[in-house]
């Protein structure tokens, strides 16, 4: 029943911007801190970004603080990854997590 759809991925230039989104359904979504991972080719799944139940408590990677925003809406039951300055080596599969559930993944790609 638990749900998670990631969705916004996509091709981008170096120096640019995605948001990804990620629905969630199934659980009490607002009882949940939330967290994206990534995985790039011939790389473990690394944990990229996490916001807490409120939102005002987060984690971000070192290589992508400053870069990206996590986010939340409770109400839409959603959770947000805004990705700017975008770098080659962000190209990556990028899935959303809460617990020990999983989404599918949308496919980022930074290149030129």
């Known amino acids: 029943q638990v749900q998670l759809v990631e969705s916004g991925g996509g091709l981008v230039q170096p120096g640019g911007s995605l948001r990804l989104s990620c629905a969630a359904s199934?659980?009490?979504?607002?009882?949940?801190?939330m967290a994206w991972y990534r995985q790039a080719p011939g790389k473990e799944r690394e944990l990229v970004a996490v916001i807490g139940i409120v939102g005002s408590s987060n984690y971000y990677l070192n290589s992508v603080k400053g870069r990206f925003t996590i986010s939340r809406d409770n109400a839409k039951n959603t959770v947000y990854l805004q990705m700017n300055s975008l770098k080659p080596e962000d190209t990556a599969v990028y899935y959303c997590?809460?617990?020990?559930?999983w989404g599918q993944g949308t496919q980022v790609t930074v290149s030129s």
């Open positions: 997590n809460a617990n020990e559930w």
């Open positions: 199934g659980f009490t979504f607002s009882n949940y801190g």
